[in-house]
């Protein structure tokens, strides 16, 4: 199950205490939901309109990083076209910097670098160990995948960025930088896409004719110098599409269609399922005659000229553009996967706004809630819901007879008609970035 609920409640004597009787009851009783701490730094609260005006913004803030992030997830699929089937691990959330414990190791990210490092030698360490899955005792690759960057991992490990989202600023500051941000990876995204889709629609055209019916297609690849007459000043050699059917009739009578058709020029230089390419050869002062009475018999004349130089430009074209498409494709992709990345995270961190501002508007000051990230397991959505109102139902009176959220509530500050309201902040969090439909 890829949803997880992002929830806070008021501290009872400490926040820790809170955490407990939370997962006491919810995962250690009754195993209804995997539960995370949910790491919110100190932030600057500001002033009561302040936060009032920014939950509203937030909101929509949230709306906006999720629709980029699921925009870059989906191009990457687009991109990988028939590796699509490797999207998933491709979507990953890379700026992870805390240390994962393995089998009596440390393993650690730095730029560039993953390190493991005996837990005994942390206080002597000193230079760092390069990736070796033989001393870090790992069976698989993918197990490395899964805990640097896989998306569930990021958000039950949650750390802020302190580098990118100093909590020096004001709650209205941070949420600005992620919002230029993100908007400036989805403008850079429009053109990137615009670029390659142009490439790979010019390409895509030009094998359509190099594959398609011969009344379309381009006939340079199917013909020969020694197919036509050439350098004549009274003769020229014409192709002529024949409808499968028609190709009979064709022998019999293409000499006759017209006066000064060279006998016996004619010859089919290629046919394919429903028609024949033949050459004919005539005098070039009766070929508007030979067209009219060719296409009364359903015989199409197709308009073509033996070049030689045009020939090889035509060839060398589609050479660059397939060229051009390699050379884009590895940059765009890494692109792709950084910026999601990007993205991803930004929109974790609009969610961790998002739940700091509710629950100092809900509870108070001074600050003092536990927020909590819970993974249901979904047959047990429902009892959850039942086990977390018994829990929280006494802060919120209109909620008391039942734990059944509230259809819609307008209420300043505490959700702006958000569609799911519940005594406690409550958000959900869907990390399908492959399959899921909003």
């Known amino acids: 199950m890829t949803e997880y609920w992002l929830i806070s409640a008021p501290g009872e004597k400490t926040c820790q205490q809170t955490w407990e009787s939370m997962n006491n009851l919810t995962n250690k009783q009754n195993n209804l939901s ?9 932030l600057k609260v500001g002033t009561l309109d302040q936060l009032v005006g920014l939950s509203d913004d937030l909101g929509k803030l949230d709306g906006f990083v999720e629709s980029v992030t699921r925009k870059v997830a989906a191009y990457l699929g687009e991109v990988l076209e028939d590796q699509r089937d490797k999207l998933h691990e491709n979507l990953m959330a890379n700026n992870v910097s805390h240390p994962y414990h393995v089998e009596g190791y ?47 991992n990021y958000i039950t490990r949650f750390q802020w960025d302190m580098a990118k989202y100093p909590i020096k600023q004001s709650l209205r500051n941070i949420a600005d930088i992620i919002s230029k941000q993100v908007g400036q990876i989805d403008a850079d995204l429009k ?26 297609r381009n006939l340079a690849d199917l013909v020969k110098k020694e197919h036509f007459i050439l350098d004549s000043e009274y003769l020229n050699t014409l192709l002529v599409v024949v409808p499968k059917q028609s190709i009979n009739d064709w022998w019999a009578n293409y000499e006759k269609l017209t006066d000064m058709i060279v006998p016996r020029s004619s010859q089919m230089i290629f046919q394919d399922q429903d028609y024949g ?63 999601f990345s990007e993205c ?45 109102h018994q829990l929280y139902g006494h802060l919120d009176g209109s909620t008391q007879q039942s734990g059944v959220a509230h259809d819609s509530v307008d209420i300043p500050g505490l959700g702006f008609g958000q569609s799911d309201y519940y005594p406690y902040v409550y958000y959900k969090i869907n990390i399908d970035m492959v399959d899921h439909k909003p």
């Open 106 to 152: 440390l393993l650690f990210r730095k730029p560039n670098v993953l390190m493991f490092m005996p837990k005994l030698s942390i206080s002597n360490y000193v230079s760092s160990v390069r990736i070796n899955p033989n001393s870090a005792k790992l069976t698989t690759a993918s197990f490395l995948r899964a805990q640097d960057g896989d998306l569930s």
């Open 34 to 42: 995997d539960n995370y701490k949910f790491a919110i730094p100190d």
């Open 277 to 339: 390419l033949f050459t004919v050869t005539l005098f070039k002062k009766v070929e508007d005659e030979f067209k009219l009475h060719a296409r009364e018999k359903k015989f199409i004349v197709r308009e073509f000229k033996y070049n030689e130089e045009e020939l090889a430009a035509g060839k060398n074209e589609i050479t660059k553009l397939v060229t051009d498409k390699k050379k884009q494709f590895g940059p765009l992709v890494r692109w792709l996967k950084v910026n």
């Open 344 to 388: 991803f995270c930004a929109w974790i961190h609009v969610k961790a706004l998002r739940v700091f501002v509710e629950s100092v508007l809900r509870y108070g000051l001074p600050v003092n809630f536990q927020a909590m990230l819970l993974h249901p397991n979904k047959k047990n959505t429902k009892r959850l819901r039942d086990i977390l």
């Open 191 to 216: 053109t990137k896409s615009s670029t390659y889709n142009n490439l790979k629609s010019n390409l895509q055209n030009m094998e359509k004719k190099q594959t398609g019916s011969l009344l379309t």
